[in-house]
T-cell receptor
Framework: DVKVTQSSRYLVKRTGEKVFLECVQD?????MFWYRQDPGLGLRLIYF???????EKGDIPEGYSVSREKKERFSLILESASTNQTSMYLC??????????????FGPGTRLTVL | AQKITQTQPGMFVQEKEAVTLDCTYD???????LFWYKQPSSGEMIFLIY??????QNATEGRYSLNFQKARKSANLVISASQLGDSAMYFC????????????FGAGTTVTVRA
């Protein structure tokens, strides 16, 4: 079974704090993703990584950065948290491949509240 | 422009009946993949079914089937014989090539199954 874990289910932080969200997958997947989920907007891609130390911006990267030092771990960093970053954050992983199913496997999510 | 449109924010269905969730998509790429995910209240996204743009037959996975109408650019999910455990949010998503890694998600449809 593919397992994607996230460090916290719920997190409360203050405006201006630096926030780290950790994601670990145990299936040796090359690709990892960070999404945020907001009501009425679905999931929006923040960043993804297709290899160690490689990253690409998604659709909404502003205010976020990422780190991938090991294949199994992908971290999302909020350099200076703001209230508009209050959201559900979902991590996912997948194998690479073109034209194939290669579905993404998701973690349980972290609900972040910034006060 | 919105790549995935789910026009039904919420639906109610009676237990044991079938329900159809609408999804339309927008792409000019001839090669793409369509996915449906289920998100229960626990938050984790669960992959349900996949349809490739060149697949000749509509995809089926147990009680889930996909009504794929390529010319109309629609990929509706049909859940047959609804169960109480089907109550969840359902997301339609698309992967286009050459953006092979990324998924674009719709806003989601909440399904509530009534006993």
């Amino acid at each position: 079974d593919v397992k994607v874990t996230q460090s916290s289910r719920y997190l409360v932080k203050r405006t201006g704090e630096k926030v780290f969200l950790e994601c670990v997958q145990d299936m040796d997947h090359e690709n990892m993703f960070w999404y945020r989920q907001d009501p009425g907007l679905g999931l929006r891609l923040i960043y993804f990584s297709y290899d160690v130390k490689m990253k690409e911006k998604g659709d909404i990267p502003e205010g976020y950065s990422v780190s991938r030092e090991k294949k199994e771990r992908f971290s999302l960093i909020l350099e200076s948290a703001s209230t508009n970053q209050t959201s559900m954050y979902l991590c996912a992983s997948s194998t690479p491949g073109q034209g194939a199913r290669n579905e993404q496997f998701f973690g349980p999510g972290t609900r972040l509240t910034v006060l | 422009a919105q790549k995935i449109t789910q026009t039904q924010p919420g639906m109610f269905v009676q237990e044991k009946e079938a329900v159809t969730l609408d999804c339309t998509y927008d792409t000019s790429d001839p090669s793409y993949g369509l996915f449906w995910y289920k998100q229960p209240s626990s938050g984790e996204m669960i992959f349900l079914i996949y349809q490739g743009s060149y697949d000749q037959q509509n995809a089926t996975e147990g009680r889930y089937s996909l009504n794929f109408q390529k010319a109309r650019k629609s990929a509706n999910l049909v859940i047959s014989a609804s169960q109480l455990g089907d109550s969840a949010m359902y997301f339609c998503a698309m992967r286009e090539t050459p953006n092979d890694y990324k998924l674009s998600f719709g806003a989601g449809t909440t399904v509530t199954v009534r006993a």
